[in-house]
């Protein structure tokens, strides 16, 4: 009858109502169970499947779409400068003739691959300093919560402009700047949630059987933050994108010949009275990337999360 | 009889789950009547608070509520919200189990007092409000209750907190008093307090009290009338006295023999109910109890018996269609219960003086540093949670420590577990001492002898692990060959009474008495001499406890085992332990074998104790002498010159003032018959 | 924390800007010598030793406050101190508008869980948190266009903070409203969605409480319940978010003010390093280092005037 701590992220925890030891049900079906709970979670938020399908048919676009543009992007198409949305440039051109629809196939496909680079070297790097701050405490903890707070004194968007600016635009550096300046807010929650892993009993016991510290952080700690990391990540992804867009878009980031949608944003802006679409489509794009991705996040929380209230509801 | 406060009838409660409907409370009716107390036991899930909370109106909107309650004449369900805060804290006020979170923490205590008073007298002075509140403060005895008022929730002990919702509660002499567990989070001798209290309270304000708990020494010691429920069903509804006299229903038969007890001296084991409350989902036209129940018959899976009067007598009814056979808990002339059989352990016949030690502690201290400031962080002093601590565990024995929450009894434990090397004392675990380890791998190889199991056995094992893993990992520690695992696996399951089979599960598909079997599986897997037990079953029910209780002596035996046990259960202690230590501030007030310290306890403290825990036996709860102490646990941070005792000390307020003196200034040292009974008072 | 920060700014920025940049490509072109003539007096030649330029630009602000000039012999501390206020007009209405906005929405939302009406609100809140600021902000260029087109009078301004030759108060006042007014809504729109979603949780956290509960269980209403037990608490975390988030605001601004035409800090920003501008960027670098400082210290003051517990320890 003594409380017991919230669990950070079990999702058999929270329902408790899972056969005590009623025993004939084979174990495959038993972990089963567990992944088609969560699916089912997933599936019933019915804006989170929405996510999925707009940010499927987004990627398909930036693999697929190169397949059926008639133009390429650097390609100049001289009879047409300027032009509105036609059958023959289905998203316009710009003022030099670039054919807009293949510029946002690549664009997409660029700001996609940062992203995603960005996301998983934010998560990786995060969860490893977070968790094993919280874990080793003492001088380990002292100096990764000094270089993170540093950082978060630091004006890191404007280090930032000022390091992909002199890349001259090259996405390789770009992403890895944005990894080093976006990693450390990610490591800090981290770090407040595995202070209470640290405390949670099975880590203690882990450590009174002897087992080395590096063993716990990868085996126990990092398993368990393990839903917040996919959040995270799905998070990690809107955030890149918006922070590659953002730098492109001043022109700090990725520069011609290669295309963003940020930057393409960039060219839109400055006609965007005149022609319009060369704005609304890089935007529209861009939006459905990130609302989808988010959507998408905000399902998971809600079908990872044991106490989410949205579970009970059957 | 006169017409009851409150009259509940075929009261039912479900709520929607992942799972399907779960029917929480399925068709409970009681009465209470004015000045009397109904004592609802039931383990966790079986629906008392369910029950409490619909009375009181205050379950989720999802629930569905069905029956009739009906209070002071009128019916409560369908009442909306704004009809049911008239009468919630006026008519009816709830007492809830844990004081740490029930009172807001941005408010006042006075504020919170005031509050509840003006709700529902909207034309009382702010003026007349407060000094009520001082009134209802000093009531329920909180000291110099004139400055207290202004003094926010987290300035106060769990205890006096208690104390608060308790006056906040009587504020408005409600007819009807609802206390869900309110003693449940509290240590013992300020359990004794509170539950003086709530008898107090119920004096002052003649109110019915409807008393949730699931301790049947705190029934017996405050309840007039009982009802046991079990999976969402009253089954057995009886006055105090028959109901322990005359149990008829084989699951109370059962919960009342698997609770240890503390006034008891010979140690026969304790009988457990096997398997785990059925899911409240779906459930069949049976009795829920069958696959539980010893004597269960093809009858009893035919239809859900009903709760009818047994004996002849009109207050009794249990619903159970073998009632009439069961007398006094005996059936066809033996226990409806078969007592289990713990084997001997070969160490019974070696005196203790020709056991090997496997623990040595020698002045054990642990201070931690007091610090100030915010940005510069300066010492200005030390609390010690552990003073000086000497003990020793021997082979084939078990010594328990027992102390309140904040006796110091886990930074012990966790001080001895983390290897801490001492500077003016030591430890040694079979002949190594601790201060010897020079390398990790000496210290892993030290590791092997002694294990530990916790309290929580949901938090000690990795969620996201199988059973197989978790039992592996501390075998894989210590380099076991991997085709060596397996087998070693399947038979530690079976050894701690799990089936190999299931090991492919995760900890959650298992019940709690179960995880605490997987945890104690791990902890014997590298063979250790000795096994650190951390509140093992305080977090399991009774009927639970006793199989887990059970189990652990029998290792005891079969493996030869050390056990160093930490619990604040007295009961499980004296039924467990060959040796026990009693920590109060952290030091040992009282240190010997188990049966001459609970049977002739010195020490006031170990004494005051003692007469705190309700022993689940009405007639002897109304006879025995409780010593109640007063006031709390001194804060760790208080200098003290004598004895740490003084400020609660019954025998202190005795004595004349040239021994007052001697207990104020000088400490006492652990004297009397050396390994056999010391105790750490001047006067006795 | 801020003087470390400013100085590695500053060497960091010589490591990645070239002020000599400015100057190349010229026409005519301009002489090593004369370049040189130009950047030596203003501490950017990189010529002279870094130490020392260091040492020039660092007593010139322990001494004189001075914080240098730009490659165009303008001074940093005159741009700043002007273009302080021009930002701090635009995020200090920005903030207070999203954060009423979304602790309101957040009650609203909380107290209405799973209705239709709180799942509306999310659904907007969660779209509207998710657009990119440089598209929320064109978009509602266009939109005011559009609208102006329509009416047939400028009402909104698209560019700038405000229009040259208005006096008067009323006459300023309805001006910088109308510029005013599409920046703040861009930085609206993206930002209060947080603080519905921030606040609805927490809210909802201390709806499950034990003492709401049990302040029901006194005899309050549940709306009572939640607006006097349950909010004060919600907000003490809101409140840090809120301080702890005044930098944040600060970056959107950097992308608001550009699109917007604002001569703001962040305009400054973007400026300075297309200019190689180094003591510019330092000072801005400065900048937000003092304003996630104060931040940070306001998220303090807030906990200790909100939360007794932190009050007495």
């Known amino acids: ?314 | 009889m006169t017409t009851p406060v409150l009259s509940v009838r075929d009261l039912t409660v479900s709520f929607p789950s992942e799972a399907g409907r779960v029917d929480a409370v399925r068709g409970v009716s009681f009465d209470v009547a004015a000045g009397r107390t109904l004592g609802i036991v039931g383990e966790s899930g079986s629906g008392k608070s369910v029950t409490s909370l619909a009375v009181m109106g205050l379950l989720d909107e999802n629930a569905s509520i069905g029956g009739s309650v009906t209070f002071d004449g009128q019916e409560l369900l369908g009442k909306s919200d704004a009809q049911m805060s008239k009468i919630r804290g006026n008519g009816i006020a709830m007492i809830f189990q844990d004081p740490l979170t029930s009172l807001t923490p941005v408010f006042t205590v006075g504020d919170q007092i005031v509050e509840a008073l003006t709700v529902h007298n909207p034309k009382l002075s702010k003026r007349a409000a407060w000094d009520r509140a001082v009134e209802l403060l000093r009531l329920v005895g909180i000291p110099r209750p004139q400055e207290r008022v202004r003094s926010f929730p987290h300035e106060f002990s769990g205890g006096m907190r208690q104390r608060v919702v308790i006056a906040i509660a009587m504020a408005n002499d409600p007819k009807l008093i609802i206390a869900d567990e309110p003693t449940t989070a509290l240590d013992v001798t300020i359990q004794a307090q509170i539950l003086d209290l709530i008898k107090t309270a119920q004096r002052e304000t003649g109110a019915a009290v409807m008393m949730i708990t699931h301790d049947m020494g705190v029934v017996a010691n405050v309840a007039d009338d009982v009802l046991v429920m079990y999976a969402g069903r009253a089954i057995e509804q009886a006055p105090v006295d028959e109901l322990f006299a005359d149990t008829r229903m084989p699951y109370s038969i059962g919960l009342l023999g698997a609770i240890p007890r503390v006034d008891k001296t010979e140690k026969t084991p304790l009988v457990p109910i096997t398997g785990a409350p059925p899911l409240l989902v779906d459930l069949p036209d049976a009795c829920p109890f069958a696959d539980r129940c010893p004597i269960v018959t093809p009858e009893c899976r035919a239809a859900e018996p009903a709760l009818v009067t047994v004996g002849g007598k009109a207050d009794h009814r249990a619903a159970c269609i073998r009632a009439e056979e069961i007398r006094a808990g005996r059936i066809d002339g033996g226990p409806v219960y078969p007592v289990p059989e713990v084997p001997a352990s070969r160490f019974d016949e070696v005196p203790r003086d020709l056991r090997e030690p496997t623990l040595e502690v020698e002045n054990l201290t642990k201070s931690f540093p007091l610090t100030k400031g915010a940005f510069l962080k300066r010492k200005v002093g030390e609390v010690h949670a552990v003073k000086g601590v000497s003990f020793d565990v021997r082979e084939g024995e078990t010594m328990a420590i027992v102390g309140e929450s904040g006796s110091g009894k886990t930074t012990t434990l966790l001080q001895i577990m983390d290897f801490a090397p001492q500077d003016d004392g030591d430890v040694r675990i079979v002949g190594t001492s601790v201060a010897d380890l020079k390398h990790a791998r000496e210290e892993r190889a030290l590791r092997r002898d002694v294990q530990i199991v916790f309290q929580d056995p949901m938090g000690s094992l990795d969620p996201r692990m199988t059973v197989f893993d978790v039992v592996a990992e501390p075998l894989r520690t210590v380099g076991t060959a991997a085709k060596d695992i397996g087998p070693r696996v399947d038979e530690l399951l079976d050894l701690v009474g799990l089936d190999p089979a299931h090991s492919d599960r995760f900890p959650a598909a298992f019940s709690g008495g179960q995880r605490q079997r997987i945890g104690i599986a791990r902890a014997l897997a590298t063979n250790p001499k000795l096994v650190v037990l951390d509140e093992p079953v305080s977090a399991l029910d009774v009927s639970v406890q006793a199989g887990v209780i059970n189990l652990l002596d029998e290792l005891k035996g079969r493996l030869g085992l050390s056990y160093l046990f930490v619990a604040h259960d007295l009961s499980v202690v004296r039924h467990i332990a060959d040796r026990v230590a009693v920590m109060y501030l952290g030091s040992f007030v009282e240190h010997g074998d188990v049966d001459e310290v609970f049977d002739d306890p010195q020490h006031p403290y170990t004494r005051a104790l003692l007469s705190a825990i309700p022993v689940p036996d009405p007639v002897r709860e109304r006879t025995r002498e409780h010593i109640v102490l007063t006031g709390d646990l001194p804060s760790p941070t208080d200098t003290i010159t004598g004895c740490a005792f003084v400020s609660r000390c019954p025998l202190y307020q005795t004595l004349d003032p040239a021994e007052q003196t001697r207990c104020e200034t000088e400490v006492p040292a652990l004297t009397g018959r050396d390994g056999v009974h010391v105790n750490a008072c001047h006067y006795r | 924390m801020v003087v470390a920060v400013t100085n590695l700014t500053y060497f960091l920025a010589w490591a990645y800007l070239d002020p000599r940049a400015n100057y190349v490509g010229r026409r005519p072109p301009l002489s090593e010598e004369q370049i040189v003539n130009l950047l030596e007096p203003r501490d950017l030649y990189d010529g002279t030793p870094l130490l020392v330029r260091w040492w020039h630009w660092f007593s010139g602000i322990l001494f004189h406050w001075d914080w240098g000039v730009g490659p165009t012999g303008q001074s940093v501390n005159e741009q700043v101190a002007y273009r302080m206020w021009v930002s701090a007009e635009l995020m200090l209405g920005a903030t207070i508008l999203l954060t009423v906005l979304g602790i309101a929405l957040g009650v609203y939302s909380a107290s209405r869980q799973y209705r239709l009406g709180d799942r509306i609100a999310q659904g907007t809140s969660i779209i509207t948190m998710n657009i990119p600021i440089v598209v929320a902000a064109l978009g509602l260029v266009l939109l005011a266009i559009a609208f102006n087109e329509t009416v047939g009078t400028t009402v909104f301004y698209v560019t700038g903070s405000s229009s040259i030759g208005v006096s008067g108060f009323f006459p300023v006042l309805v001006d910088t409203l109308q510029h005013i007014a599409l920046p703040t809504l861009a930085l609206v729109l993206i930002g209060y969605a947080q603080y519905h979603f921030l606040q609805r949780s927490l809210l909802l956290d201390n709806i499950k409480s034990d003492y709401v509960r049990m302040a029901r269980a006194k005899g309050l209403t549940k709306q009572q319940a939640i607006r006097k037990h349950a909010l004060r608490t919600s907000l003490i975390p809101v409140t840090t978010q809120v301080a702890f988030s005044i930098p944040a605001v600060f970056t959107g601004a950097v992308l608001t003010e550009s699109i917007f035409a604002w001569k703001g800090m962040g305009q400054y920003f973007i400026e300075t390093i297309t200019k190689n501008d180094i003591h510019g960027v330092v000072a801005v670098a400065a900048f937000g280092a003092v304003i996630t400082a104060f931040g940070a210290i306001l998220a303090d003051i807030a906990v200790v005037v909100l939360d007794p517990r932190v009050r007495v320890s």
């Open chain 1, 1 to 314: 009858m003594t409380s017991r701590p919230i669990p950070l992220n079990d999702p058999d925890a929270g329902d408790d109502t899972t056969t005590p030891g009623s025993g004939h049900d084979a174990p495959e079906r038993k972990r089963l169970t567990k992944w088609q709970l969560y699916s089912r979670r997933f599936a019933r938020n019915r804006p989170a499947v929405a996510g999925v399908v707009i940010f499927a048919l987004l990627v398909a676009f930036a693999l697929f779409g190169s397949f059926f543009a008639k133009y390429d992007h650097v390609e100049l198409d001289f009879l047409a400068l300027s032009d509105p949305p036609s059958p023959e440039h289905w998203f316009g051109t710009n003022n030099s003739g670039n054919d807009l629809y293949a510029m946002v196939v690549v664009g997409l496909q660029r700001s996609l691959l940062i992203a995603v680079v960005v996301a998983v070297g934010t998560t990786v790097l995060s969860a490893l300093v977070g968790t094993a701050a919280a874990y080793f405490g003492g001088r380990v903890e002292r100096v990764s919560l000094f270089v993170i707070h540093f950082l978060m004194v630091a004006p890191t968007f404007l280090l930032l402009a000022m390091m992909s600016n002199d890349s001259g635009g090259d996405w390789k550096v770009i992403a890895l700047v944005l990894i080093l300046v976006s990693w450390f807010f990610q490591a800090r929650t981290i770090w407040t949630m595995s202070l209470s892993l640290r405390e949670r009993e099975f880590v203690h016991a882990a450590r009174y059987m002897g087992v080395p510290g590096l063993r716990i952080v990868l085996r126990h700690m990092i398993p368990n933050i393990g839903s917040l990391l996919v959040i995270n990540f799905t998070l990690g992804v809107v955030g890149a994108v918006m922070a590659e867009t953002g730098l492109s878009f001043l022109g700090f980031g990725v520069k011609l010949p290669d295309v963003s949608l940020g930057s393409l944003i960039g060219i839109g802006a400055s006609s965007i009275s005149s022609a319009p679409w060369l704005f609304a489509f890089p935007a529209a794009a861009l939006t459905l990337l990130t609302v989808s991705m988010a959507l998408i996040a905000d399902g998971l929380r809600d079908a990872l999360d044991p106490t989410s209230a949205a579970g009970g509801r059957a």
